[in-house]
């Protein structure tokens, strides 16, 4: 939708293993942004981005980097996956002029 | 740091009648508030969204929402409620930093159920 998509749209691993998860958006927008959706907390952001190689840490980036090398691509790694870790993850991208935010269908990730 | 409440997790209207769901932020300034609806397995759609001026705002799929600064409330309204407004819809707060990005905080969301 709108030029963001997410790749994979489901994953199951394995604790431990690190898993990496793709953002990529064909707008150009400068800022993107990685949230995790669980039950009872709404969205927590992980991080974000507001230009290439310019991230900062969201409320809950324990465990979690990212990187982000080319405008249209946001990547979030897990180093070593825990349990704690299954969650939906939502990529986003602000429209800017307060426009909001644009969000990518979700990554649906277990950790078994 | 700004902060969202939906007091309400869980919501049932009849199809038919009106709805009305709460939304109370936390914020130092004046903030941009936004709405978001959610259906199973989707990402989140921005239904509306307030950032200065009038103070009833409206969206999508017939929405609307008022600002009330003196209670902190964004709360959400339809007049009359489909079954295909099944979802769950989150309040939001944005705020902007000396960077000059917006960063957002939602609420915990609410989800609404219509039965016939």
């Known amino acids: 939708d709108a030029g963001i998509t997410q790749s994979p749209r489901h994953k199951v691993t394995e604790t431990g293993t690190p898993v990496t998860l793709r953002c990529h958006q064909t707008?150009?927008?400068?800022?993107m942004y990685w949230y995790r959706q669980d039950p009872g907390h709404g969205l927590r952001l992980i991080h974000y981005?507001?230009?290439?190689?310019?991230?900062d840490k969201g409320e809950v980036s324990d465990g979690y980097s990212v990187s982000r090398s080319k405008t249209e691509d946001f990547l979030l790694t897990l180093e070593s996956a825990t349990s704690s870790q299954t969650s939906v993850y939502f990529c986003?991208?602000?429209?800017?002029?307060?426009?909001?935010?644009?969000f990518g269908s979700g990554t649906r990730l277990t950790v078994v | 740091a700004q902060s969202v409440t939906q007091p309400d997790i869980h919501i049932t209207v009849s199809e038919g009648a009106s709805l009305e769901l709460r939304c109370n932020y936390s914020?130092?300034?004046?903030?941009?508030l936004f709405w978001y609806v959610q259906s199973p397995g989707q990402g989140l759609q921005l239904l509306l969204k307030?950032?200065?001026?009038?103070?009833l705002v409206q969206g999508i799929k017939g929405f609307e929402a008022e600002f009330k600064r003196s209670q902190s409330s964004f709360n959400l309204r339809k007049p009359s409620v489909h079954w295909s407004d099944a979802a769950e819809y989150f309040c939001?707060?944005?705020?902007?930093?000396?960077?000059?990005?917006?960063?957002?905080?939602f609420g915990t969301g609410t989800k609404l159920q219509v039965i016939p």
């Open positions: 707008e150009n927008h400068r800022y």
């Open positions: 307030y950032f200065s001026g009038d103070t």
């Open positions: 981005s507001y230009g290439v190689k310019d991230t």
């Open positions: 939001a707060v944005g705020a902007g930093n000396s960077g000059g990005y917006q960063k957002v905080t």
């Open positions: 986003a991208i602000l429209r800017e002029g307060g426009y909001g935010y644009t």
């Open positions: 914020y130092g300034a004046t903030p941009y």
